[in-house]
Structures are given as structure tokens and as C-alpha cells.
């Protein structure tokens, strides 16, 4: 659309049978102009996944949108990329994730989006053993405050141990609208339990047996494009 154009209706069918497959369940209403785009609720299919949006407004200086998502299957995502690139993933998975958003971003940001585990796991095959990972819980949620981004996720596994993050991430303004880049800050602290490294080396194919556990707390500073990591590690029962 040029600037001087635009198009205002109701949108009933729209669909891609292709790579990747989607479709409009519900039909919603429809601006589209030069430098505007409005979207009203509708619910769209892609792929395994399903998409309730609420709504979408973009223009020059505003993002606005809310929804939930459900299904997401990492396992067919997995098997998409092998499709379209023909590289073999190193791990299979049947891990279904949900997640939901509700983000208004203009000068200053504000609300939030996260993604958690539904289902199912992960697993690698290590000198042809499948090695399951086990994961009893999964989530990461990213709430928007002002001009920065607090993260506040966590991996936990039967077999490999847990991993929190918490912290900020800078937003950075890029044309009157903000924006992660590689100049965002970072105040990150994550911390790692292993209860059993032999499970590591299982995997990693270490030929030097690793016994005992490990507890990692670390910060993270710097920017995305220059990290600076300091903290410690305890290796216990080695």
C-alpha cells in the first residue's frame, strides 16, 4: 500500500498450504494503509498451533497486541526445518508449548508475554542411546517496564537438574520505537543446579567420567553484543 492507500473491510478467508500451513478460523476486521495495520480478534491455525488474537495495531511509533497461543509442538517445528533445510536436528522432541501476551509499545512499554511448557519433553541421542531429558517444567515470562524488560524464567529436569534466570534487559529507541539491539544493557543473574553430572557427560560424550554435582550462580552485564560474565561455581563429591 502507498501511503495514500488503504483498505478497510472484513477479512473471511485467508490461507497458505504451503510452508508453513495456516489458516484464518475466524473471520476479523481488516485496515491496512501505508503506515497502518489493524487487526480485530480472529483465531488462526498454524501449522499444529493455535493462535487467539485479541487484537494487533501497528503503526509509526506504536505497537499494541494481546492473544494467547496453544499446541505449539516443538517437535513438528523440528521437523519443518529438517524439510525446508535438510539438516537432521540433533534432538527429537514431543514438547507442546502455551504462552500469552498483552504488550503495548510506544516511547515507554508496557505489559507482558510468556511461554510455558504444556507437555512432553526432549530428547538426544548420545553413541546411539536416546537420552531423555525429562522436563517437569518450563517457563519464561518477559514483563515490559518503561524503557527495559524484566525476565524472570526457569528449566527444570529429572535428569539434568534446574536453571533460573532472572534480571533486565535495556530497550533501546530506534526511530521513536523501542527495541531490543546489541546495545541493549543486561543485569542477569542466572543460577544452576546439577545434581548428577555423569548425566552431563552421558550425553556430551565425555571420555572422562564426571561424578558428584554442581551449583553455578552467575551474573550477566554488559550488552547482548558484549556480555560480561562473572560469578562462581562449586563442584562437590567429584
Do not use: C
Amino acid at each position: 500500500f502507498g501511503t495514500d492507500t488503504a483498505w478497510r473491510g472484513t477479512l473471511e478467508r485467508f490461507d497458505n498450504r504451503g510452508l508453513p500451513a495456516f489458516a484464518l478460523e475466524r473471520a476479523t476486521q481488516l485496515y491496512a494503509g501505508g503506515n497502518r495495520v489493524e487487526i480485530g480478534a480472529t483465531q488462526i491455525s498454524i501449522e499444529r498451533a493455535t493462535v487467539d488474537l485479541k487484537e494487533l495495531i501497528w503503526r509509526a511509533g506504536l505497537l499494541r497486541t494481546a492473544g494467547q497461543m496453544r499446541g505449539l509442538n516443538i517437535g513438528h517445528v523440528l521437523q519443518l526445518q529438517q524439510e525446508v533445510t535438510g539438516n537432521v536436528p540433533p534432538v527429537t522432541s514431543t514438547l507442546v508449548l502455551t504462552g500469552a501476551w498483552d504488550v503495548n509499545i510506544t516511547e515507554r512499554a508496557s505489559g507482558f508475554a510468556e511461554v510455558k511448557r504444556e507437555s512432553g519433553d526432549v530428547s538426544v541421542k548420545s553413541d546411539g542411546r536416546e537420552i531423555v531429558g525429562g522436563i517437569e517444567s518450563l517457563q519464561m515470562r518477559a514483563a515490559f517496564e518503561g524503557s527495559r524488560m524484566r525476565i524472570d524464567g526457569g528449566l527444570a529436569t529429572a535428569r539434568f537438574g534446574k536453571v533460573n534466570a532472572a534480571g533486565y534487559v535495556g530497550l533501546v529507541q530506534d526511530n521513536g520505537f523501542l527495541t531490543m539491539s546489541p546495545q541493549s544493557t543486561l543485569a542477569l543473574r542466572i543460577q544452576a543446579n546439577i545434581a548428577q553430572l555423569d548425566n552431563i557427560s552421558s550425553v556430551t560424550g565425555a571420555r572422562v567420567a564426571l561424578r558428584g554435582s554442581a551449583n553455578a550462580d552467575l551474573q550477566v552485564n554488559g550488552t547482548l553484543e558484549k556480555p560480561v560474565l562473572a560469578g562462581n561455581m562449586i563442584a562437590e563429591n567429584l
